[in-house]
Nanobody
């Protein structure tokens, strides 16, 4: 069984910063791509940032230059550093990872979500 556990969300004023973490645990052979998504009320879930196993990154246009995704493979953890936060960044943030187990199966796992609220 594999779990993704997020932490680091909260309430922050516009212009502030937060750092999200997502740690994977369980029967893990390898972790491939990892990413962060968000879903605001009444909107569809959208990709915020992604990172491959070779540390290649991609960002949504709305966060490029403000957010930074990184990973620590020794800790099976992905991070999202969020700077210059705006009220429109308010959403539930979910981490996501493509994980292979010891039986050769690969599937996508999701965290439970963490609320980020940016006040104006």
């Amino acid at each position: 069984q594999v779990q993704l556990v997020e932490s680091g969300g909260g309430l922050v004023q516009a212009g502030g910063s937060l750092r999200l973490s997502c740690a994977a645990s369980g029967s893990i052979f390898s972790i491939n791509a990892m990413g962060w998504y968000r879903q605001a009320p009444g909107k569809q879930r959208e990709l915020v940032a992604g990172i491959t196993s070779r540390d290649s990154t991609n960002y949504a246009d709305s966060v490029r230059g403000r957010f930074t995704i990184s990973r620590d493979n020794a800790k099976n953890t992905v991070y999202l550093q969020m700077n210059s936060l705006k009220p429109e960044d308010t959403a539930v943030y979910y981490c996501n990872a493509d994980i292979s187990d010891y039986f050769g199966a690969t599937r996508k796992y999701w965290g439970q979500g963490t609320q980020v609220t940016v006040s104006s």
